[in-house]
């Protein structure tokens, strides 16, 4: 097992904390480092994607899982796998994707562990149809703060402690997914243009759930009769009719000469104020909404250009500053349109340089206690940490979205109050008294659980 004092952050690169670092290579050495930890405690972390402080222990110790990732066995009849939890979504689909199944739920990128996926409790594009990543595991081994490996399964209070924990109640070390069968790994896919947000509402809830998967661009520099404006992209699995006849065998990957999980495009150079103001990103926004087809369906493409486009393209941090990113992603229920609009409109006539913008739709909420995704509609977004005034501004959209019922979520959060996560998540309380009769001590800690009061 390795060791090293490291300075870590979150995704979005904001506000580093220096922590021991242990990399185990099996499950008995990260067994050791929770008997054996300091008074700081120690948080696990996968491959570092949290945008915010969730995986960092500033002072504490740090229990790198990402060397824990191996896949033991892949029941291709029964369409089930185990793995360790430092294996990522994207590595599982490329062994998968051939044998003719898909990991149960594929986030927007594929560079997340299997661990981080339960932690956070992963919602994916079809989040009506098959709910967050934690339903579709039917057992996973945690290490608690004792220093055993116990197996978990779901239906229990443990399990929903877990599921969207944020790695608070233990250790996930392996998991047993249950897949979803495909018969290619091509999707056929629908894009249509929007006028305004209205109408980009309207064009989701017009499809109902016959194309399952879906996600809207929405372009926040917009203002006026556009406000709001957008691209909506849904997509099914090709079945092999709709395949063309010169496709061949299914396949994961087109030949591109760029390896699994590194980019196409040279890394962008860090400025201390990024590049990102305003005017550029109007601009880059006005160039993708005018670029996109006003209607297309049937267009096929591969799997992971589907689902992980992003992750072809260049790390776009460097744009943002030296001060990095804050990633804000909230949820409001059926029936409180009117506060995404609120929110989508204040965003747009603060001219906050809003470049990547996400709104989805989601489905019944999820049994963890901590759980993000619950009945309604989903908006993220991310903006330069440096942009003055940023922790005012967001802190009264957290005020709009909590009296309309809405939560912020706390996997990617990085700068939330302690008494808006108490008031967005009606059950903190009981997700509390449980982790104090489980790690009295105070084993598992991190950043954002020191900041939020967890």
Do not use: K
Not at 80 to 107: N, Q, T
Not at 146 to 171: K, N, Q, Y
Not at 220 to 238: N, Q
Request: proline share 7%.
């Amino acid at each position: 097992m390795s060791v090293d004092t490291v300075s870590l952050t979150g995704w979005g690169r904001t506000a580093p904390t220096t922590a021991v670092r242990f990399r185990p290579r099996g499950y008995e050495e990260a067994a050791a480092v929770v008997r054996g930890r300091g008074p700081r405690g120690v948080i696990a972390r996968g491959l570092g994607r949290s945008p915010g402080d969730a995986a960092q222990n500033a002072g504490g110790s740090v229990l790198d899982l990402s060397g824990l990732a191996r896949i033991g066995g892949v029941d291709a009849a029964a369409g089930v796998v185990r793995c360790d939890a430092g294996v990522s979504l994207e590595r599982l689909l490329r062994v998968l994707l051939p044998l003719g199944w898909l990991p149960p739920v594929l986030p927007g990128t594929g560079r997340v562990t299997v661990g981080g996926a339960i932690g956070s409790d992963l919602p994916g594009l079809d989040h009506r149809r098959a709910g967050s990543f934690a339903r579709h595991v039917s057992a996973l081994e945690l290490l608690t703060a004792d220093g055993e490996v116990r197996t978990v399964l779901p239906g229990t209070a443990l399990f929903d402690a877990t599921a969207g924990g944020l790695g608070l109640t233990g250790v996930v070390l392996g998991a047993t997914l249950r897949l979803r069968r495909v018969g290619t790994g091509l999707m056929s896919v629908s894009t249509e243009r929007a006028g305004d947000l209205d109408d980009l509402l309207a064009r989701f809830t017009a499809g109902g759930d016959r194309l399952p998967y879906a996600s809207a661009w929405v372009d926040l520099t917009a203002r006026g009769r556009a406000t709001g404006r957008g691209v909506l992209t849904r997509g099914e699995h090709a079945t092999s009719d709709m395949r063309p006849a010169h496709a061949g065998r299914t396949r994961l990957h087109q030949r591109s000469g760029a390896a699994p999980g590194r980019s196409l495009f040279p890394a962008l150079p860090t400025l201390p104020g990024g590049l990102l103001g305003p005017a550029a990103a109007a601009l880059c926004n006005e160039v993708r909404y005018r670029g996109s087809p006003r209607a297309r369906t049937g267009e096929l493409r591969p799997v992971p250009a589907f689902f992980h486009a992003s992750d072809a393209l260049p790390d776009v941090r460097p744009l943002y500053g030296r001060g990095g990113l804050v990633r804000y992603r909230f949820t409001v229920g059926h029936g409180q349109e009117e506060t995404l609009h609120r929110v989508v409109r204040r965003v747009a006539a603060r001219r906050s340089p809003a470049v990547r913008a996400v709104l989805q739709r989601f489905g019944a909420a999820d049994p963890g206690l901590l759980s993000f995704a619950a009945p309604g509609w989903s908006l993220e977004l991310d903006l330069p940490a440096a942009l003055p005034g940023l922790g005012r501004f967001l802190d009264g959209v957290d005020e709009e979205v909590a009296a309309a019922g809405g939560r912020v979520c706390l996997a990617q959060d990085s700068r939330m109050r302690p008494e808006t996560a108490a008031a967005m998540y009606p059950r903190l309380a009981e997700f509390q008294e449980l982790r104090a009769r489980l790690d009295p001590a105070g084993a598992f800690r991190s950043d954002l659980s020191r900041r939020l009061g967890l």
